[in-house]
Structure formats: C-alpha cells, structure tokens
C-alpha cells in the first residue's frame, strides 16, 4: 500500500495549529543585546582559564545560555567559548569539574556537547573531547540530563 | 512485601480495582478490556467488555455506584453497568455509548468524586466533562478547550467535584473548573479561587525544563497539585506559592498518586515507585518501595536507564572494541520487580491521605501491590550507575 498519506502534515490545514514560539518561554533579552552578552562572556572566560578556574568559566558560559530564534550568532559564539573551556581542561579533572557545577549549569552543557557533536565540521577536531565529557557528565547527572536535552525547546 | 501477580503477556495499558478490590479491569493494550476476579492466589478472567473498536487508553471503576468507564482511541467513552441480560437472567456488563464530540483519540478518563461526571482528555486539546441526563437518559459532554494548546495526557478532580487538574503535551500542567450548573453546587472558595463557572482557568504550571507532562494529581485536601514530566521531574505546586521542581537522574515519570498529604509515590520509565516527601517549604526523593530483593537474578544488567556495561550497551561495546558479534550475556533482567514501564499508580488500600498500599500496572504485563510503609533508601545497588 502506498504510505505516501501518511507524510502529509494535517496539521498544516488547521487554523489554530501550535507554534514553537507558545512551548517555551521566549528569551527576554533583545537579540543584540544577547550577542554583546556572549562576546563579553567569551573574554571573561578567557580571564577564567588564565587563572585555572575551569568551573568559573564554565558557570559564566553556562548561566543565562542563549536559546531560542534569531541569536545564532551568540549560539555560535558560546559554543566556540564552551569548545576553548573543554579543551583546555585535563582529563582528570572533568569529573571533579562536573561535581561543583549546578544542575542547571549541567543540563546546559549536556545540551552544548549534542550540539558539538552535531556539528560535523567541528566534531571532528573535538570528538574524543566531547564524548569524555558525555561519558563524565552522564556518570555524575544520570540519564535524566540527557532526556531533559532531548525535551528542552530551548535549544542553545 | 509486594505482591506479585502476572496477569498478562502483553503490556497493561490501564487498571482499575472494584471498591471491595475483589474485581479488577485491565486493558491489556488492546480493543476490550477485561474483569478479572480474584480467586485466592491469582487472578481469572471472568468477563470480557468489547464494544470499542480501537485500543482502550484508560480505565475507571467508580466504587460507590459500581460503574466503570472506558475511554479509547476510536474516541468514544463507554459506560458500563451491571444488569440482567434478557434472556438468560444473569447479570452482565451492559454499555452505554458517551458521544465525547471529540474527533481525536480519547487518552485518560476518571470518574469525579461523587460520581455523577466523569472527564476524559483527548488529542483534540480538549477535555469531555460528561454529566448525566435523566430526561433524555443519557451522558451529555461538554468540553473544556480553552486554552490548552495539545493533547491532554491526564486528568485528576479536586475532592470538591469541581475542580480538574489537566496535564498536557504542550508542557503546561493547568487546574480548570469543571463546573456543571445542572448538577454542581456552588463550591466554597478555596486556594484556587472563589468564582467558578465553566472553564475558569484557576492556574497554569509549565514544566521545568519543558517536557510533556504525563500525570497530575491533587494532594487529598486538594490544596496542592503535583505533575510529573518527560523532563525527568516531578513537580510540586502551591498555589500563589513556590513550585517545587525535582529533577531526577533517571528516566522520566509518567504516574503519580499522593498516599498523604504530605508525600507522593510516582513511577515510570524507571520501573521502580519512588516515595518523595515534604512540604510547602520544600520536597525530596526519600527512597524506593522497591527494595531489589526480589529481583529473580543478582547479576543482571541493573536498571533500566543506567549506563551499565552488560546486555545491549555491553553486546555492542564488545563489538566495537573487541570485534566480538556474539551477545555474551543473554540475561536481560532487570534488579527490578517491574522489567518495564510502569504505566499507571493507583491507591489501593486506605482513606485518602492515608493510603497503605498502592497498586502498579507496567508494560511487562504485571500487577503490584505495594506498602506504602517499607521505603528503602534509593542507594547502592539501586541507584548506582554500574560503569
């Protein structure tokens, strides 16, 4: 039986079909706002890992992430910030690490290595990075991270 | 200690237990749902209800009028009563035919407190509050729609017989009046609010971290509502007050039942029930009542959702690192009672607010009776990550 029906999206003929924009509460920020933010963040990092202060700079990356439409700029931006704070940790320390930050700081940064490994160009030069840290990350959060990244509609 | 019954090969979609517990209605995922009896030890099949034409989503046996009603994804309701059949004069199930006026499946149905209405949610973003009508003789449906954007996945009543507590795909948990004026008397006021007509949106809750919420449920004085989400949380909330989130480590919940006031017992993905406990001033996880002791074998892969590096992880992780194919373990049980989703909760023995036992029904086909009482701590073998 042809199952070409089965493809077609009904709920385009529905007038009062859902938006994205009513399953989470939109960022409050104004999108350039948020990009200033992001680059400020970036050179405080920077600050962070010339004092060997991996879970401060990991905090500020992590805390008020960007997330929703019209920021890719400042998505792409903390995600290269994130990148720099991982590879620049050794690997003894990640567990450590992953301990003394907040949930929220550990559901944001499990959303950040999905999206790391998601981006071919990128996952190539840090896969064994990004999947120590899932390994890691996973041991100390639970599976329970990983289901909230699956879940969350604020995609960072 | 639990008691263990095997009542099906195949999952259990829904339970729901007669008022003596001596009857049970299962729907073992498919278009009839059946009583069973309890004959001592186990429990048999007695009668068969078929009448949907679509598998059954939920189940409910209103204990004071001994009526049940079933709700199923051909979007239809039916209400069963006991009665002589015509020619043979014993008693049987009869149906009753609820036009919902839905055009979508029918996903969770409940009888309110007193018996004279039932709610059933849908996937037409809306809930059927169905009353009775005795000039016509027959259930009327009025549906609550504003403003829920999604399926709705649960309902639960306030004690009041007014109030309903909806949880919904589009990640909001919501308290709606389900005022019938026909039938209803004007409640008192309470938290959540003095006037309620039809619809009256008392409040709105989104989950945490945005994941559909799966159960509802008002605590017994109907004060405070927990909902339990795909974001592997359960939250607790106060109205006007804080909303206590718990994000769990584990694999979501999906039911839930409050057993007193002051304490909760949910189940799900995890296929264990945990026990949270606490307050306005704050909530906890306290533990499992399901201690592992049961658990057929000692070395299994541990739990379900737990990184552990036996059964499937293990097969492919030999195959990835070793280059051996073949599954050296063929033991997948889990150190569980439940070897899989546990699909709804329901009080079993006990006063509102002072519920001793529960009963769980999951995917595995099982039947649990639980004591609220013996709550172990949810550590060591139970709660480690067997890296």
């Known amino acids: 039986m042809d199952g070409a029906f089965r493809k077609i999206d009904i709920d385009a003929f529905d007038e009062d079909i859902i938006q994205e924009s009513e399953l989470y509460e939109a960022d409050p920020r104004d999108p350039a706002q948020v990009l200033e933010e992001a680059r400020a963040r970036q050179s405080s990092v920077r600050g962070f890992l010339s004092k060997n202060d991996v879970v401060g700079a990991l905090t500020t990356v992590l805390e008020n992430a960007p997330y929703g439409p019209n920021v890719e700029d400042a998505k792409t931006i903390s995600l290269q910030t994130l990148l720099s704070i991982l590879n620049n940790t050794k690997s003894t320390e990640i567990s450590n690490v992953v301990k003394s930050l907040s949930m929220d700081c550990q559901d944001t940064l499990m959303k950040y290595l999905y999206k790391g490994m998601a981006m071919s160009a990128w996952a190539d030069s840090n896969a064994s990075v990004l999947l120590s840290w899932h390994e890691k990350l996973t041991e100390i959060a639970g599976t329970g991270c990983i289901v909230r990244t699956m879940t969350d509609r604020r995609t960072v | ?387």
């Not at chain 2, 948990?173 to 005022?179: N, Y």
Request: hydrophobic share 40%; glycine share 6%; aromatic share 8%.
């Open chain 2, 1 to 387: 200690m639990p008691e263990i019954f095997s009542i099906s090969p195949t999952p259990v979609t829904a339970h729901a237990f007669n008022a003596d517990r001596s009857q049970l209605a299962v729907s073992l995922n498919s278009n009839d749902a059946q009583i069973l009896t309890h004959n001592g030890s186990q429990w048999a099949a007695t009668e068969m209800l078929t009448e949907h034409d679509k598998t059954i989503t939920s189940i409910d046996w209103a204990p004071n009028s001994n009526q049940i009603v079933t709700a199923s994804q051909d979007r239809n309701a039916y209400v069963w009563q006991q009665s002589p059949d015509p020619k043979t004069g014993t008693i049987v199930w009869k149906p009753t035919l609820v036009l919902l006026r839905i055009n979508r499946a029918a996903t969770h149905v409940r009888w309110s407190p007193k018996e004279d209405k039932f709610a059933v949610a849908s996937g037409d973003r809306a809930i059927a509050i169905c009353s009775f009508d005795p000039e016509n003789n027959w259930w009327v449906s009025k549906l609550l729609k504003k403003p829920i954007r999604s399926t709705v996945l649960a309902v639960d009543w306030h004690p009041n017989n007014v109030l309903l507590a909806a949880g919904s795909a589009d990640m909001k948990a919501r308290v709606l009046s389900a005022f019938i004026k026909e039938i209803d008397e004007r409640p008192a006021a309470g938290v959540w609010g003095s006037k309620l007509p039809f619809n009256t949106i008392c409040a709105e809750f989104a989950s945490a971290a945005g994941g559909w919420v799966h159960g509802v449920a008002f605590s017994p004085s109907g004060d405070v509502l927990a909902f339990v989400s795909h974001d592997s949380s359960i939250s607790i909330a106060y109205p006007g007050g804080p909303v206590h989130n718990i994000r769990m480590p584990t694999l979501p919940l999906v039911t839930l039942t409050w057993t007193t006031e002051d304490s909760i017992v949910a189940a799900g993905h995890d296929c264990q029930p945990l026990v949270f406990s606490g307050s306005d001033a704050g909530w906890q996880e306290i533990g499992t009542l399901d201690d592992g002791s049961h658990a057929a074998s000692k070395t299994g892969p541990g739990l379900t959702g737990r990184l552990n590096k036996s059964g499937a992880f293990g097969a492919f992780q030999n195959a990835d690192s070793r280059g051996q194919s073949s599954i050296t373990s063929t033991d997948t049980k889990l150190l569980t009672i439940h070897q899989n989703t546990i699909t709804s909760i329901r009080p079993y023995q006990g006063a509102p607010g002072q519920v001793t036992q529960v009963s769980t029904t999951a995917v595995d086909g099982k039947l649990v009776i639980w004591d609220t009482a013996s709550v172990s701590a949810l550590t060591g073998r139970m709660a480690a990550m067997s890296m």
